[in-house]
Antibody, heavy 115, light 109 residues
């Protein structure tokens, strides 16, 4: 069974940093691209970043470019999102998703940016 | 960037009725990478349809997807009480990022 479990969310002050993790199991992690998607309270879904299976290709939404860094460790079946210079508008539930023909999503981790 | 526009924004129907939700893309989307999700309050999005017309594991057959190119449709043949939720379409074939529609809220009339 495919499982994606996010962790690392929490309350952080504006300008602060946070690192999200996603532990993957039930599939060949190293063969799949991975993504982060977020959803602000009461809002729709927003793609944040994607990384190819070997980390050769990385993409970011304009809203996070230069502040967020996506990475992965295929030996640990893990995906990461380093978030720096956080703003109030980054407050959201962050989901880890698997790429490929059939998407899979985790349950999300809440990030709250507030003073 | 591919923009997905969903209509209507809100759909008010009664249990037992048929629901038809639309997703229109600003440019052609590969059918292989068009998905539909259901989201209930406080829950993560649930994959319903992938590849434009394939039902995900465990999804009842009252849910069906169709379409190609720039026009896609999610149909719920006979609404049940648990189907009232928000629905999103998503394209995930662009190498430069996913995009989502803004959502259709399906509410009880």
């Amino acid at each position: 069974e495919v499982q994606l479990v996010e962790s690392g969310g929490g309350l952080v002050k504006p300008g602060g940093s946070l690192r999200l993790s996603c532990a993957a199991s039930g599939f060949t992690f190293s063969s799949n691209s991975m993504n982060w998607v977020r959803q602000a309270p009461g809002k729709g879904l927003e793609w944040v970043s994607s990384i190819s299976s070997s980390s050769s290709y990385i993409y970011y939404a304009d809203s996070v470019k230069g502040r967020f860094t996506i990475s992965r460790d295929n030996a640990k079946n893990s995906l990461y999102l380093q978030m720096n210079s956080l703003r109030a508008e980054d407050t959201a539930v962050y989901y880890c998703t698997r790429g490929g023909a059939i998407p899979y999503w985790g349950q999300g981790t809440l990030v709250t940016v507030s003073s | 960037e591919i923009v997905l526009t969903q209509s209507p924004g809100t759909l008010s129907l009664s249990p037992g009725e048929r629901a038809t939700l639309s997703c229109r893309a600003s440019q052609s989307v590969s059918s292989t990478y068009l998905a539909w999700y259901q989201q209930r309050p406080g829950q993560a999005p649930r994959l319903l349809i992938y590849g434009a017309s394939s039902r995900a594991t465990g999804i009842p057959d009252r849910f069906s997807g169709s379409g190609s190119g720039t026009d896609f449709t999610l149909t719920i043949s006979r609404l049940e009480s648990e189907d009232f939720a928000v629905y999103y379409c998503q394209q995930y074939g662009s190498s430069q990022g996913y995009t989502f529609g803004q959502g259709t809220k399906l509410e009880i009339k």
